[in-house]
């Protein structure tokens, strides 16, 4: 998103300082707005000199960065149009092969009250690839139901991972405790 909002908690805690962060953009021009009209909120990571921003689809992107990082995070627009990609076996393929041994994705997973349909596809899709794969959300009143949702995908075996699965809390770095969802494994 290009609000720089998924890596602004990334550039101001303490503990992630020695971080290096890939962000890749679709569109320049929504860079430039947030620029414009969130510098001042967001899109200050923007100037912060450990991001790398690339103006291209992530998706090819990662095609051509095997192995290069720990966690990957997707927060993508709807699945409908150029971003219907970021929704397919293909693209969690790809963010599979960019992971490192223990890495861990967490990717925009959409409304379980409005896409449930979706979300099952993608999360079946994942647990092919996948040792750990669940649903998080979070509720969000200006989102359409009030609630948004995440699909967090790891490497790592699940009780290695220190999230408990359904139904328990995982602390995540940009979003703070994610409930996970009701989906059964």
Same mark, same amino acid.
């Given at each position: ?35 414009? !009209?969130l510098g #001042?909120?967001?899109?200050?990571? !923007? ?22 990082f720990d ?43 409005? #896409? ?32 948004? /949702? ?13 999230? /408990? /699965?359904?139904g328990s ?17």
């Amino acid at each position: 998103m290009g609000s720089s909002s998924p890596t602004s908690p990334f550039t101001t805690r303490p503990p992630l300082l020695a971080l290096q962060i890939v962000q890749c953009e679709i569109d320049e021009r929504v860079v430039a707005v947030s620029k414009q !009209f969130l510098g #001042h909120v967001t899109a200050k990571s !923007f100037n912060d000199p450990r991001v790398a921003l690339h103006f291209m689809d992530a998706a090819e992107y990662m095609k051509a960065h095997a192995a290069e990082f720990d966690v990957i995070i997707v927060d993508s627009s709807d699945p409908v149009g150029p971003a219907e990609t970021l929704y397919t076996s293909d693209f969690y393929r790809n963010m599979h092969q960019a992971l490192r041994p223990n890495g861990i994705v967490c990717t925009q997973g959409e409304c379980m009250w409005l #896409h449930l349909d979706l979300i099952h596809r993608v999360m079946t899709d994942a647990k092919a690839m996948y040792p750990t794969v669940d649903y998080g959300y979070s509720c969000v009143p200006t989102y359409p139901s009030g609630q948004i /949702g995440f699909i967090i995908a790891t490497k790592m075996a699940e009780g290695e991972c220190g999230w /408990g /699965g359904v139904g328990s809390s995982l602390r995540c770095a940009v979003w703070g405790h994610v409930k996970l969802g009701p989906f059964q494994r």
